[in-house]
């Protein structure tokens, strides 16, 4: 019975881990990923030294809004409470 909780904690928390990503993080930019990367360079070279540091600094603020979200913590926290069921009910 510890072991039927435990799963359906780790399932129901790693969709709750993907809708979060979905959500906080990359949202769903990767449906129009070039356009959005060639507007934010509009205003500058378009050299490939600065196409990347425009690339990076996307990618570091979705991962700064993942870190943010409340629901990315509650998911790591239902994994981490999944595991330990699990380990405490197979002994």
Avoid: P
């Avoid at 993907?18 to 959005?36: A, C, E, K, Y």
């Avoid at 540091?53 to 809004?65: E, F, H, I």
């Amino acid at each position: 019975m510890m072991q039927s909780i435990s799963d359906k904690l780790f399932m129901g928390s790693l969709i709750l881990l993907m809708i979060s990503i979905v959500v906080s993080g990359i949202g769903f930019q990767f449906v129009n990923w070039r356009t959005q990367v060639t507007d934010e360079l509009d205003g500058e070279t378009q050299e490939s030294g600065s196409r990347k540091k425009a690339v990076l600094d996307r990618q570091d603020k979705s991962l700064g809004r993942v870190l943010r979200s409340y629901l990315f913590w509650i998911a790591i926290a239902g994994i981490l409470i999944s595991i330990a069921l699990s380990w405490f009910s197979s002994k």
